[in-house]
């Protein structure tokens, strides 16, 4: 299992969106901080809420194999 936290501010408020994944699946869940939440505020929201959040339906999750370029070929490409 994978997850993750984007906080970003969408006017006016500041917004956490959590993200977990599991089997090629991914689920969603959004939360509305208000003012800009400092990082123990959001340590502590996770540790005591995580388990009441209420999840998205889960969606397949679209995920291709991560190419990585050699910096060699990237620099011959940019010229």
């Known amino acids: 299992m994978n997850s ?3 906080v970003f501010f969408e006017e006016p408020f ?6 977990r994944s599991e089997d090629g699946l991914l689920e969603t869940s959004r939360v509305v901080f208000g003012s800009e939440p400092k990082d123990y505020e959001v340590y502590a929201f996770v540790l005591e809420h995580y388990n009441r959040l209420g999840f998205s ?23």
């Open 57 to 79: 339906r889960p969606v397949k999750a679209k995920t291709g194999p991560e190419r990585k370029i050699n910096p060699k070929r990237l620099q011959r490409i940019v010229r």
């Open 4 to 6: 993750k936290l984007t």
């Open 14 to 19: 500041w917004v956490g969106v959590f993200e």
